[in-house]
């Protein structure tokens, strides 16, 4: 099963939802996908990432990049 969300912060939610998944099929293989994973150590790492520290967000209908500060993370 692949778990894919647009980003990784501290990685709470992603946590809870592979282990909500992984606890109803022990026997399930779960990876997980992100667009990006904006802090430096987040509690869950995904198993595949395009970018980390960049934020990536939508405006009028393109996608763009922001450089993401150390200071939030």
């Known amino acids: 099963m692949l778990i894919v969300d647009d980003a990784v912060d501290s990685g709470n939610t992603m ?4 282990d909500f998944i ?3 099929n ?4 779960v990876k997980t996908a992100v667009l990006t994973t ?3 150590n987040p509690i869950h790492n ?3 990432t395009l970018y980390s520290k960049i ?7 393109l996608w ?5 500060y ?3 993370t």
């Open 15 to 18: 946590l809870d939802v592979f």
């Open 22 to 24: 992984s606890g109803i």
């Open 26 to 29: 022990d026997s399930c293989d």
């Open 38 to 40: 904006t802090f430096t």
């Open 46 to 48: 995904a198993d595949f």
């Open 55 to 61: 934020i990536i967000k939508m405006s009028n209908g």
């Open 64 to 68: 763009m990049q922001d450089k993401w």
């Open 70 to 72: 150390q200071f939030m």
